[in-house]
């Protein structure tokens, strides 16, 4: 019983496939097995499992070649790994909130990052310098995005609106929101329809730079 367990709980993985092999000779007549592999193992698409955050991890991000993963999350951290081995090789530090979002530019020397602190900071690829601290938002980050050509980024919060910055001189180019005015009776109401009304959630810029689409709370 104890060997058959064994090679039940052990046949998926592919580096102990020699010693399954061989001992499964051994094994009495009849026997239990299982038909297939068990519910409480891993999915066998999955390469490794990165853990080392503390807390909940928020957000994640891979660079255009592959190499390396970036992971952060409520422990304001974060954290870039060695794609193909698992190897943590930096950790990037300055966040004073939950850090929300991360993104990485297409040509792979640029990575931006968002916070609950109401900050967006850049930092240079490969090494993690800070570049810069774009700040303007009235309340915390959910989602940023970088453009194809990494000259501009995007952030959304929960204040409703998403900020469009360049990447060179850190300048604010636009600010997509609602706005609101006060009408004769001193009731707030919207004066135009274009921006989200509630919470923006998640951003996200096309391939071709062209087009930039954000999700709300607002449904």
Do not use: Y
């Not at 297409?106 to 109401?118: E, I, K, M, N, V």
């Not at 570049?131 to 959910?142: M, N, R």
């Not at 509630?198 to 709300?216: R, T, Y």
């Amino acid at each position: 019983e104890v060997l058959s367990t064994l090679i039940a709980r052990l046949q998926h993985l592919t580096v102990l496939e020699p010693a399954v092999g061989s001992a499964a000779p051994s094994l009495p007549q009849p026997h239990l097995g299982a038909s297939g592999l068990l519910p409480d193992l891993p999915h066998p698409a999955l390469l490794r499992t990165l853990a080392d955050h503390r807390g909940a991890v928020l957000a994640c991000a891979i660079g255009p070649d592959g190499a390396r993963v970036f992971t952060a999350g409520r422990d304001r951290m974060i954290r870039v790994w060695d794609a193909l081995s698992g190897v943590e090789q930096q950790r990037l530090t300055g966040h004073t909130g939950w850090v929300t979002g991360l993104a990485v530019s297409t040509q792979g020397h640029l990575l931006a990052s968002c916070s609950t602190d109401r900050r967006l900071r850049l930092w240079a690829l490969p090494g993690g310098e800070p570049l810069a601290v774009l700040a303007g938002h009235t309340d915390g980050l959910t989602a940023c995005a970088l453009s194809p050509d990494g000259r501009l980024v995007v952030s959304a919060s929960l204040d409703g609106a998403l900020k469009v910055w360049r990447t060179d001189n850190h300048r604010l180019v636009h600010t997509l929101a609602r706005v609101w005015e006060e009408d004769a009776a001193g009731r707030i109401k919207p004066a135009n329809r274009q921006g989200h009304w509630s919470a923006v959630q998640a951003c996200d810029i096309s391939p071709d730079g062209a087009l930039l689409a954000s999700a709300s709370s607002d449904q």
